[in-house]
């Protein structure tokens, strides 16, 4: 999805939000009471605009999920408070803080984003606060109920074992692929250009220029020169560190020295300062490769290449030590599969790699190496690398022998969701939940109405 797309996404969401916002003072009712808890409709509403907003039909039946998961996120959340299970202030402020920072980067900035909400941010920070702080207890509280739990090698045979043949998973063709960066380095004197366009940009800012007319026109930053390099409000762990130092060092008003980041050079102006936040906007000039730096990248990563080939260098250590990569050099090159985020592993589907990396590794054999080329990264950086093939695993059905990491996952999740289940099934049966008859058609909802009669209002209070 483009930035502009997003950008339009987020603001459908908002007006859709807004519209729901204004209606609920008039139609709001009670969906559903779980214990001493009751549930809006005006909340399932807001979450059901927000669907739509994102290109989706309308469906009665995403309304029951949404109630659904009110019910269980309510649930857990009294649960919690039993429990005593704290979240403290501090967590409820990173967790809106964050989303935040992206609805306002989505948005094109604070100020849009609070004409589309209709309030300020701090204002809607203090009603979003009571929902964030009872998603956060309910996590925990579903953290605490799964905690400690594993599986052993014999509950993953079980597990495998009582899969019908006709139901097992086919895997396609699976690679592990590790990958050499570099990035060409510029010379004082080759930057000198970038640099001497950015003083020339603050000296007219300095002189009386709109700065913000001065963003719109000349900065390379896509993402903020259209809203005049304004970047909204954000923590220092929202920049840079050399963005960072520079933007809380100075005062509301003050304009920075150009300086230098892996972006290239920017000045800023700090517009605002709130608690650990801070205001900002910047004008950027991106520093681009010359022709001289991509030849002396080029005769590096042939030097590298040539060690790696001749065995005189392993893989992993050339990679950890001379990949410009962050992302993979500290895991010896090798690019990790990042569809699960809490068990990531190096073995990835061969229709989710990047188009280009398929194509160096096509006609390798596991063990060879492409050759160094040139290439452009997502975020429009050219440099050169060379890939290596480690595996390649051809399509089949699950097996033990060659899946039992993948086994051993699905196992763990079927644990899971079972300790899960027998958890809510036992708060279900002693917890009055009442369901608003609109919902009783809800094939989402049929187990949550099973015992909801056979308990008393009485029964929430205790």
């Known amino acids: 999805?483009?930035?502009h797309s997003c950008i339009l996404l987020v603001l459908a969401i908002l007006s859709a939000s807004k519209i729901v916002t204004a209606q609920s003072k008039v139609i709001d009712k009670v969906a559903a009471v779980v214990g001493s808890n009751i549930i809006l409709q005006s909340e399932i509403e807001m979450q059901y605009a927000q669907y739509l907003a994102q290109g989706n039909k309308a469906s009665s039946d995403f309304k029951c999920y949404i109630l659904q998961q009110q019910l269980t996120q309510?649930?857990?959340a009294q649960q919690a408070a039993i429990d005593s299970i704290e979240v403290g202030e501090g967590e409820v402020d990173d967790n809106i803080n964050s989303r935040l920072r992206y609805m306002s980067s989505q948005a094109g900035g604070q100020e849009r984003l609070e004409r589309f909400l209709n309030r300020s941010l701090l204002q809607y920070k203090e009603e979003m606060r009571p929902s964030i702080y009872?998603?956060?207890?309910?996590?925990k509280m579903q953290q605490n109920i799964v905690s400690g739990i594993d599986v052993t090698p014999l509950e993953v045979k079980r597990y495998f074992g009582s899969l019908e043949n006709d139901s097992l998973p086919y895997f396609n063709t699976e690679v592990e692929v590790g990958e050499l960066v570099v990035y060409p380095k510029l010379t004082r004197e080759e930057k000198q250009q970038f640099r001497d366009r950015a003083e020339d940009l603050r000296r007219q800012v300095a002189e009386g220029a709109d700065f913000a007319t001065i963003a719109r026109l000349y900065s390379q930053d896509p993402g903020s020169s259209p809203y005049g390099g304004d970047l909204g409000f954000n923590t220092r762990e929202g920049f840079v560190k050399e963005f960072s130092a520079v933007a809380f060092r100075l005062k509301p008003g003050e304009l920075s020295p150009v300086f230098e980041s892996e972006h290239g050079f920017h000045f800023l102006e700090v517009l605002e300062r709130?608690?650990?936040?801070?205001?900002?906007r910047h004008v950027?000039?991106?520093t681009k490769p010359t022709s001289a730096s991509l030849q002396r990248s080029k005769t590096h990563i042939d030097s590298i290449h040539s060690q790696v080939i001749s065995k005189k260098l392993d893989f992993y250590t050339a990679a950890t030590m001379y990949s410009d990569n962050k992302e993979t050099k500290y895991n010896g090159g090798m690019l990790l599969n990042m569809e699960n985020q809490q068990n990531r592993t190096t073995l990835i589907p061969t229709d989710k790699l990047d188009a280009s990396v398929f194509t160096?590794?096509?006609?390798?054999?596991p063990g060879q190496y492409s050759r160094p080329a040139q290439f452009t990264d997502q975020m429009g950086k050219t440099g050169y690398r060379f890939t290596y093939l480690k595996s390649r695993t051809p399509p089949h059905q699950a097996n033990l022998n060659q899946d039992y990491a993948k086994i051993k996952e699905a196992?763990?999740?079927?644990?899971?969701?079972?300790?899960?289940?027998?958890?809510?099934?036992g708060r279900r049966k002693v917890t009055y939940i009442n369901i608003n008859e609109e919902y009783h058609d809800c094939?989402?909802?049929k187990i949550w109405l099973k015992d909801a009669e056979k308990i008393e209002p009485v029964a929430a209070q205790e």
């Open 1 to 3: 999805m483009s930035k």
């Open 74 to 76: 309510k649930l857990l």
């Open 134 to 139: 009872e998603q956060l207890k309910a996590n």
């Open 274 to 280: 709130r608690g650990e936040e801070v205001r900002t």
């Open 284 to 286: 950027l000039i991106q």
């Open 360 to 365: 160096a590794i096509d006609t390798l054999q």
């Open 411 to 425: 196992a763990l999740d079927d644990k899971i969701n079972r300790k899960l289940s027998e958890w809510f099934e």
């Open 443 to 445: 094939d989402d909802l």
